[in-house]
């Protein structure tokens, strides 16, 4: 287990950048919402940060705004008085005329519990925008002040029983990950707009020429799905998420990231799994396993070019904030951070430097450092190649 005595916190971003954030409310009028009235049109709240130039006596903003607490919540975590290390609504940085745009896809929980990755990468340079897709998270909360609760459809059940054929569940999930795709594609149709608005915090400071996107777990898999479908994005990279739609199939001709937490919960036969206890349905274990190294191999070997790397000691929550944070004592996520063996902030440090490194080789043409292809004795932790 990693060591008890980490400071708890987000740790202080490290480029030369301070860091900003500012969130928007965007409507997209020709898609649906995920709501039982079928006038509603499709909602997102975007958190967005990026390099800044804030006042000298400006204070950071709080990690969860009060209203968007119950995300956390449902992990357990123990916000209460917890900053971060951005400034709202600072000015941006002019150091550039404009900067690279990375859009980032949670899954289940809002951008805000990725804060630490989003300044870090701000802080080198990259405007960052979270997506918060509607109804997926325990709480969305809209710019007029309306609160709308978690709709399980929208996460394909992943966060509860698994019930009905596996066959079903499985197009579920891929329904929800197009879905996601195409919540990106709406994200980045906005953005396009914000440059002619000079006026605005953003306006005519964003590259499109230089836009990539990320994502962890279903939103991994949006991302490349994004990035197969969307020619606008340059380069994308996948937290840690099965493949579940076409770009599992048939991979992506861009540059892709992979990056892998260890699952040894696929290390048996289905046979074996359920002999164990572990699985109910040898064909679903079975399918599932195929279709999550399936996809992974598939993008690893028609990405152009790419990277699939796993990290020892990582499971599917280490690319999230959570590992860096307080838990209340009946946190339900404490047992899968029993089975981390990797400190949370070496492990922020190494998610942050392998995009850090992916971005700024195919978006600014920067070298490839060796470490993003090969073993480093920097970086004894990762394993190269697709499981």
């Known amino acids: 287990m990693h060591p008890t005595s980490e400071p708890e916190g987000l740790p202080a971003p490290t ?13 997209d009028p020709g898609r649906a919402e995920v709501s039982s009235n079928p006038q509603d049109r499709r909602e997102l ?21 009060e209203p968007w607490v119950p995300s956390g919540q449902f992990l357990g975590l123990d916000t209460a008085g917890l900053l971060s290390h951005a400034v709202a609504d600072a000015p941006v940085a002019g150091e550039q005329p404009s900067y690279p745009v990375l859009v980032l896809s949670p899954s289940g929980f809002p951008p805000l519990l990725l804060a630490a990755t989003a300044e870090e990468l701000a ?19 809209f710019a007029d002040g309306r609160v709308v609760a978690v709709n399980p ?25 197009d879905y996601k795709a195409a919540d990106l594609a709406s994200v980045a149709d906005w953005l396009e707009r914000l440059p002619a608005d000079a006026a605005g915090l953003l306006g005519g400071r964003l590259d499109l020429d230089r836009l990539g996107g990320f994502g962890h777990s279903f939103g991994g898999n949006a991302a490349l799905q994004w990035c197969r479908n969307d020619r606008r994005c340059a380069a994308a990279a996948n937290l840690d998420g099965a493949l579940w739609t076409e770009v599992g199939r048939v991979g992506l001709d861009r540059p892709a990231l992979q990056l892998l937490a260890e699952h040894p919960e696929f290390a048996r036969s289905g046979a074996e799994a359920v002999s164990a206890g ?5 064909a679903a274990y079975d399918t599932e396993k195929a279709i999550t190294f399936g996809g992974w191999r598939t993008v690893h070997q028609h990405a152009r070019p790419g990277y699939t790397i796993q990290v020892q000691g990582a499971t599917h ?23 981390t063996q990797i400190e949370p902030r070496r492990m922020w440090r190494i998610t942050c430097d392998l995009l850090l490194a992916f971005f700024a080789h195919h978006l600014d043409q920067a070298a490839t450092p060796p470490f993003l292809v090969g073993p480093s004795g920097d970086y004894p932790e990762l394993t190269f190649g697709a499981p």
């Open 15 to 27: 480029g030369r950048h301070q860091v900003g954030r500012v969130v928007f409310d965007w409507v």
């Open 45 to 65: 709240v975007v958190w967005i940060w990026y390099p800044a130039t804030p006042d000298p006596d400006a204070e950071p903003a709080v990690y969860l705004p």
């Open 123 to 141: 802080s080198h340079g990259y405007v960052v925008v979270g997506v918060n897709h509607s109804y997926e998270t325990p709480v969305t909360v």
């Open 153 to 177: 459809d929208a996460q394909a059940g992943a966060l509860g029983p698994q019930t009905g054929p596996y066959e079903e569940r499985f197009r579920q999930r891929a329904a929800v990950c």
């Open 278 to 282: 572990v699985a109910t349905d040898a």
């Open 317 to 339: 929550l280490s690319f999230m904030d959570v590992p860096l944070l307080p838990l209340r004592d009946d946190s339900p996520i404490k047992p899968m951070l029993a089975a």
